[in-house]
């Protein structure tokens, strides 16, 4: 399989509201994602995973680390390339409501990127978005109408139908179902399931919606507070997981069948705040099996059992000479 | 089994006043709660889930909206008929609610310790210094540490996880018997949310409280819920013990609806998805609501609307329904 996309301690740091300090929203991340493979992203508020998003898409700069993409360095790009390469990558986001220009027709917002781009005539402009809208399963009569007329899984099929115009390698889908009812949520992963075999999409697919992230992903990344701490297959990472965190994560996903589950790991505290990051493992003040070694050595990922996890349980320090 | 209801809603139907004219949104809800028992009632948004219990709680202003016919017994009272200012009494001292967004429902002006004390002021009469406490006790009950800290602190310097255990200590403060929770985990992280349905089962046992839990989330519902309604375009579609429903679902709408979770589907395989949207309220028409989009379909649900009907230990509303 041939890497797509591959970043390298990627970082993304904020000064503080009161300039004191340094909000280290990502830190040092590595992923790759093969072509026509779903990577999965999950973690909870503040973990990174949306601004994680953004700096693939250069939507916002890195402080430091590497971008690879189709074998090119991402970041070198200058500000007409990037243009060109974005056409490549396109994201979807969470909320359907706030992502649509309210005051543009459904026809206009789906040919915005083929006319910004410049591709095709006006006439197959226009063919091109009743294809796309067909495509993504709305009505021909969906063009001269407004967002506003829409139902939210309407609305988020329309922003699919605008992130796929330009028959990108890769789409970046930012919590794309979280807004929607469970019926609604339903018919949207099943369109993009089907897009994806379709057209030969490669997705990023962030969530904090553990049971819909291994739904959809080959590969899943855990993040907590900016970095990724237990990466693998998705059947591995969230069937038998090997971070305390990930396990916690796992067994707070209600039964669904009526029945307790038998042991549930209720973490305690609140996810921290990534303005104070605890020292070492940021995760040891909650964990349940912490050691001495947690608060003072940072883990790093490594492999274990076929995936990788940053976790002091599984990798005794090389002993000092 | 049956231990003595708390709240019996009995036909509740719940109108509003909109600019096409008055609009059912509520039409013939029943529900039973018993004491110390769970309740779970689910469905999608604009199903008439939180009007119900809003409507149960009185919160909603006459106009727009209107209790069109049914009752609300409790504890030897119909809600439905009360005045306000009986109600008043009731509310937040026999019945406690909490809510989706604790940040929106919390004064953001006023320290924790007086809001949580408000109540106790206004049905007990006592004062702040004499609530004191009680509001340490009750902190202490929604596993808040550090209490004598907390009590002076403004809504805005807790995390979402705490505000949350705030809300419900303001609503059990006076030691209702009934909680109604609207949504209480929807706009928190999965670890806080397990911390949280955790707390309300703790209190369900130690203080033998009764909840009405409205959610979307299934799973929420499967966790604490021995029991649980259905609600689909206004009206219950299904009712009975969580176990079965989860197990058989007999109404269509039910089984789409637990279908649809990826919880319950093969990896990479299609979801089961519900075709078609929710007729808004004002659109529905005069059979089944959910005869549009019913795999089931028959001549007769389009023009008759079904009512409950006994069905093996549980309720369905249904012409068709699964076997």
Known sequence: MTALIEARGL????????????????NGVDLVVNQGETLGIVGESGCGKSTLARLLLRLIEPTSGKIVFGGEDFLALGKRALRQRRRDIQIVFQDPYASLDPRMTIADIIAE???????????SRKAKVLELLDLVGLDPNALQKYPHEFSGGQRQRIGIARAIALEPKLVILDEPVSALDVSIQSQILNLLMDLKQRLGLSYIFISHDLAVVEHVSDVVAVMYLGRIVEQGLAEQVLGAPLHPYTQALVSAIPAMDGKKK???IVLAGDPPNPEHIPSGCPFHPRCRNVMDICPQVLPLLKPEQGGNVACHLYHSITPLR | MMHELLLDVENLSVDFNTEKGRVRVVDGVSLQLA??????????????KSVTAQTIMRLLPTPPSHIAGGHIHFEG???AMIAESRMRKIRGDKI????????????????IGQQIAESLTLH???????????????????GIGNAVGRIDQYPHELSGGLRQRVMIAMAIVCGPNLLIADEPTTALDVTIQAQIMELLQALQRDLNLSILLITHDLGSIAEICRSMAVMYAGRVVEKGGTAEIFATPRHPYTYGLIGSSPRRAKKGEKLLSIPGLVPPPGQRAKGCNF???????????RSVAPDLMVMQGREVACWNPIP
């Not at chain 1, 904020?14 to 990502?26: I, K």
């Not at chain 1, 083929?114 to 005539?121: F, K, M, P, Q, S």
């Not at chain 2, 005869?291 to 649900?301: F, G, M, S, T």
């Open chain 2, 124 to 142: 007990r009469g006592l004062s702040y210094r004499e609530s004191l406490p009680k509001v340490m006790d009750v902190l202490k009950k929604v």
């Open chain 2, 291 to 301: 005869a549009d989009r019913c795999p089931n379909v028959l001549e007769k649900c």
């Open chain 2, 35 to 48: 004491r110390g028992e769970t309740l779970g009632l689910v469905g999608e948004s604009g199903c008439g």
């Open chain 2, 77 to 79: 009272e119909d809600l």
């Open chain 1, 11 to 26: 970082s993304k740091h904020y000064p503080s509201r009161d300039g004191a300090s340094l909000v280290r929203a990502v």
């Open chain 2, 96 to 111: 406690g609610m909490i809510f989706q967004e604790p940040m929106t429902s919390l004064n953001p002006t006023q320290r």
């Open chain 1, 113 to 123: 990127p083929l006319e910004i781009h410049g591709i095709g005539t006006s006439a």
């Open chain 1, 262 to 264: 038998p042991q549930r």
